[in-house]
């Protein structure tokens, strides 16, 4: 796959039609992992030759709640080996408490440590951190959850119902946007940013609504009304959005759901429950893990005719005990899903070909849950 | 219905016998404060079932405030510690959750149904004549049907005042030290006729907690900050009457109070050490006991209601626009009915049965529940000056009112016990000894009924315990003492409680999918040397190994490891050197490295700790007068440590105190 060397400041809004089809293609995935975008201000060295690969795959542990070992795992594709505890090497530090987010975005890399209440943000290549960004309201922490890349910066939503806007050259907050309740998903497409509010720490009075903010203003500028809980949420490149609503954890399930660009609510799958999901092209690759059976399933969904395609993604019997991430890495098409285990010790994350047949595998810190893929640019191993 | 009738006739039954036993009792309750001491002694060794004590001089020793601090010098015990005066103190015996271990103040039980153990940070070491620890909890001395529930007992007594030929004896003191400590005490007893007396104790305590931890965060990131938020004011304060009304009989009255407010100091979180929830506790409780003894029964009964309150603030929850403001009162109601008969010489049987109900309200709960306990225990004991053995049972209907079908509601299990001994050595003396005890402990309601985490399907977790093991005591010169311990035990719990997420990692549930075998050795050696009439020394060593495997799942990756937070290794030494009124004491713990959570990979890895504490204390008597200053330093060597991942233990302190009794 080849792309022009000097696609850099392009926002997804004003296309060169030459890009177009690529971009059509790759805007969900950039979005969703936000791993082939340069930043505007740091225009990349010419190099003769032009083919993007990928260099390898950072996965981000959660960790466990209050122990401080939220971790990266870097897989590295010139050796095919797996590095666990990546930051932490490269660093001499921890990342901190919590896990809840990351992508690559320019050349830098973005982790959203959710109880340590920072953005860590780290050189893509080389994994050396260029700063580290407090999310405090005075003394009290923020909480910062998700993260999208849009413009000259990135959007960071908070469990204090807030959207930070962090300019990616100074690396500091710029603006804080107001949102809905505990917001727990936020993407950035049709010129607009998305948040899902989610409402969850205010059990069991859940919010259940998307808030759309306008990235040239700063604002708010509607809210709409979805499923109880929503989460993730993500363009499929059709006009629409995919979310995750989680329900109640109790009578009311966690379900995929499609709305339209006006909010209207187009759909609720019915028939299996969803906890995550990535958009590739026109498909959606949706997990989900059955507590009461202990099964987790993948299944594919049509975007364009929104209809579940494929009972099981995965064809030749690989077991995922508990999966617990998923994305898709648009420049090898490969399907990358967390399994989380155990919860409590190593995990390990399965590689598949569109077909579903497993490709290799590698261990993991504890939780693994964000991708981030590092995309370079020439011969591979270069 | 038949059921209930039967119930009720056990329960006339043992009242009929109380009844009836109005007798005189014999001399050997009148024994002084020495004289207990002795008998406690003979109890130790004679005792079928593993028993640990400290008692007045040893207690002193003790570094720390709370009876915790006592317990942690024990062997087999696991001590749960979030750091410093205000943190939270729980204590795991042999490796069996803290909910399998019973407190009792002077044979009162005191409870905690939310959390199934309750927090003893709360009772201040200072008005306690013996602190003591019954694995098995046996012994054919009239007790409350609960005290054989439990897997183990931990025993607090209180001071009971020596009037001597005063009317009147007090105590005023005061302690101050490291981290903002000032604890004030006092304590006055007055003989209200020839056999009777009232108390009154007040300790107020104030601690600031702000120690310096460091954060071990690698090479580029640890730092040294003070711990905030850990700042604690509480007030503890008893009221005691007692009254022999008759030469068999003793009444005792007893109302507690207790009222704290705390910060919790959070775990250390890198980069955000904002911590700003706080606890409030108000705790009020009455007790009423009365106990009577004759040549061939002995009778006990118990009586009494506590009240607890509980509140927590976490002003900066992010769930609402304000604060999140839980409130929580328990309340427990009990009767229990105890009698001992002696058949002949060598036998005697115990019977108790107890009546217990327990009530909740909070606000984060899914329902108000209430439990109601019937507990019926009947023991047969032989004891010969060779041997001894005791074979029990204890019958236990439990209701739980906030289940979901009147299937699981109803629990009724029947546990048995069984210990024996052998004298096999007169000089020196050795013992053999052997026990079985079968025990449960029941969900807690923060278990069956805490929002999203409850699960009220729960059934109880049952714990086995074997215990054998040999012991020695030896007087090889006039003065000198050695008391030695060995013992090998093997525990096994069934349905053990634990969380596991269920929906994503902040939504978890209790469940009973636990299976842990433990096996271990304990070993306890005490020496003490009267090496003239001015110096004594005395040394009391206390080591524990133990492997408790999780063998839950054979296909699990974590079969077999060592479960959480048990270490296998632990130990600790009191040293104690006394010249004329001086002494010097030094106590040291040892702690061997443990994992956090089942998957023993060197991530869940804590490491083993060293702590020293030492102090000196001149102590004085003049007449009826006595002083007691006291100056000691806690973590002499300032030991970095941790107790509970995340949660730093306070480094190096200095606590001085001094007390006038008169």
Redesign the interface.
């Known amino acids: 796959m080849t792309v022009n060397k000097d696609r850099c400041y392009i926002k997804p809004v004003a296309l060169p039609c030459r890009q177009l089809w690529l971009t059509a293609m790759l805007f969900p995935l950039m979005m969703l992992h936000s791993s082939c975008r340069k930043e505007p201000d740091q225009p990349r060295p010419q190099e003769n030759d032009t083919t993007v690969y990928s260099a390898g795959i950072y996965v981000l542990n959660?960790g466990?709640?209050?122990?401080?070992?939220a971790g990266l795992t870097f897989y590295n594709f010139s050796d095919s080996t797996a590095e666990t505890d990546y930051f932490?090497n490269k660093?001499?530090?921890?990342?901190?408490?919590t896990g809840s987010d990351a992508c690559i975005y320019g050349s830098k890399l973005y982790m959203v440590?959710n109880?340590?209440?920072?953005l860590e943000v780290a050189d893509a290549v080389s994994g050396v951190s260029l700063g580290?960004i407090?999310l405090?309201d005075g003394?009290?922490?923020r909480?910062p959850r998700k993260i999208a890349p849009y413009g000259k910066y990135v959007f960071v939503c908070n469990?204090?119902?807030t959207v930070a806007v962090i300019d990616t050259a100074r690396l500091e907050v710029v603006r804080l946007i107001e949102a809905g309740?505990?917001p727990d998903g936020i993407t950035a497409a049709y010129g607009k940013i998305w948040v899902s509010n989610s409402?969850?720490?205010?059990?069991p009075d859940y919010d259940n609504t998307v808030s759309v903010i306008d990235p040239e203003t700063f604002s708010e500028v509607s809210r709409f009304t979805v499923g109880i809980n929503p989460y993730t949420i993500r363009p499929d490149g059709h006009g629409h959005l995919y979310l995750i609503s989680?329900g109640n954890?109790g009578d009311v399930k966690?379900h995929l759901q499609v709305m339209d660009t006006l909010g209207n609510l187009v759909k609720t799958f019915g028939g299996f429950e969803a906890?995550g999901f990535t958009v590739a092209g026109d498909t959606a690759y949706v997990y989900n893990y059955d507590?009461n059976s202990g099964k987790s399933t993948v299944l594919v969904v049509n975007t364009l005719s929104m209809q579940l395609v494929d009972e099981q993604f995965i064809k030749d019997g690989t077991d995922i005990l508990v999966a617990y991430g998923i994305a898709c890495d648009p420049v090898t098409g490969m399907i990358y899903i967390a399994d989380a285990?155990?919860?409590?010790?190593?995990g390990r994350v399965y590689a598949f070909d569109k077909t579903g047949k497993l490709q290799f595998s590698f261990n993991t810190?504890?939780?693994p849950s964000y991708f981030a893929f590092l995309h370079r640019t020439g011969i591979p191993g270069n | 219905m038949r059921r209930n009738v039967t119930v009720t006739v056990l329960l006339l039954a043992v009242l009929i016998i109380r009844a009836t036993a109005q007798e005189p009792v014999s001399d050997t309750l009148l024994l002084k404060g020495v004289e207990i001491a002795s008998e406690k002694i003979s109890r130790k060794e004679l005792s079928s079932f593993p028993m640990q004590s400290l008692s007045g001089n040893q207690i002193a020793a003790v570094a720390g405030n709370s009876v915790a601090d006592a317990l942690r010098t024990f062997s087999g015990v696991t001590l749960r510690d979030y750091g410093g005066a205000g943190g939270l103190k729980t204590v795991m015996v042999r490796s069996l959750g803290a909910q399998h271990t019973g407190v009792f103040i002077d044979g009162a039980p005191v409870s905690d149904i939310a959390s199934g153990q309750p927090d003893l940070g709360k009772f201040p070491l200072g008005n306690l004549e013996e602190v003591s620890l019954n694995v098995g909890g046996g012994g054919s001395e009239p007790m409350p049907a609960r005290a054989r529930a439990g897997a183990s007992i931990i025993n607090l007594r209180s001071i009971r005042p020596d009037f001597g030929k005063y009317k009147t004896r007090g105590n005023i003191g005061i302690k101050g030290g490291s981290f903002g400590l000032f604890n004030p005490f006092f304590r006055l007893d007055h003989k209200t006729g020839q056999d009777s007396w009232i108390g009154i104790d007040v300790n107020p305590l104030f601690s600031k907690g702000d120690y310096s931890y460091l954060v071990d965060?690698?090479?580029?990131?640890?730092e040294t900050l003070k711990r905030g938020n850990g700042d604690l004011t509480s007030l503890s304060a008893n009221l005691r009457f007692f009254a022999r009304p008759g030469d068999s009989t003793e009444l005792r009255v007893f109302a507690g109070f207790y009222n704290a407010e705390r910060g919790l100091p959070g775990?250390?979180?890198?980069?955000?050490p904002?911590a700003?929830q706080r606890l409030t506790n108000k705790d009020l409780s009455l007790g009423f006991q009365l106990m009577s003894e004759k040549k061939r029964v002995s009778l006990l009964t118990n009586a009494g209601w506590s009240y607890a309150w509980l509140r927590y603030l976490d002003p900066?929850?992010?769930?609402?626009t304000y604060s999140l403001d839980n409130r929580y009162l328990q309340q427990e109601f009990y009767l229990s009915q105890a009698g001992t008969i002696a058949l002949g010489r060598h036998f005697s049987a115990s019977l108790a049965s107890d009546f217990i109900l327990n009530t909740f309200s909070g606000s984060q709960y899914k329902t108000d529940p209430w439990r109601g306990s019937f507990l019926l225990s009947a023991i047969l004991a032989h004891q010969t000056r060779n041997t001894g053995a005791e074979a029990g049972i204890l019958a236990s209907v439990i209701k739980d009112s906030g289940k979901n079908s009147s299937e699981e509601d109803l629990t009724h299990k029947v546990s048995p016990y069984f210990s024996v001994s052998v004298r096999i050595a007169d000089v020196p003396s050795l013992r053999l000894r052997m026990m079985y005890k079968h025990s449960f402990r029941m969900p807690a309601f923060n278990e069956l009924y805490y929002?999203?985490v409850g699960n009220p399907r729960l059934f109880p977790e049952s714990a086995q315990q074997l215990n054998t093991g040999i012991l020695g005591s030896y007087a090889p010169f006039k003065g000198v003492l050695l008391r030695l311990s060995a013992d090998a035990f093997f525990n096994r719990v069934h349905n053990k409680i634990v969380a596991?997420?269920?929906?994503?990692?902040?939504?978890w549930s209790m469940q009973n999918i636990g299976e842990v075998s433990t096996g271990g050795l304990d070993f306890q050696l005490d020496a003490t040397a009267a090496m003239n009439r001015r110096s004594r020394i005395s040394v009391n060593l206390a080591y524990t190994f133990q492997k408790a495997s999780d063998i839950s799942d054979k296909n699990?990756?974590?079969y077999g490891n060592q479960i959480p937070y048990i270490p296998y290794e632990t130990f600790s030494a009191m040293f104690q050197f006394g010249y004329r009124a001086f002494s010097l004491d030094y106590n040291v713990l040892f702690n061997g490295y443990r994992y956090?959570?089942?998957?023993n990979?060197p991530?869940?890895l804590l490491p083993s700790w060293w702590i020293s504490d030492a102090g000196v204390a001149w102590n004085p008597e003049a007449g009826r007068y006595k002083y007691r200053i006291k100056a000691g330093v806690t973590n002499l060597f300032d030991k970095d440590y941790v107790v509970i991942?995340?949660f730093p233990m306070p480094g190096r302190g200095i606590v001085v105190s001094g007390a006038f009794t008169f």
């Open positions: 959660e466990l709640f209050n122990q401080n070992n932490f660093n001499g530090r921890g990342l901190g408490d440590v109880i340590s209440s920072q580290r407090p405090f003394s009290k922490p909480q469990f204090d119902n309740r505990n409402g969850g720490l205010a059990f989680r954890y966690s906890l507590w285990l155990n919860f409590t010790g190593t810190g504890i939780n | 965060n690698g090479p580029a990131g640890s775990a250390v979180v890198f980069y955000n904002h700003s900066d929850y992010l769930g609402y929002a999203l596991i997420p269920t929906q994503n990692l902040f939504v699990s990756s974590v956090v959570s089942a998957e990979i991530q869940n991942r995340s």
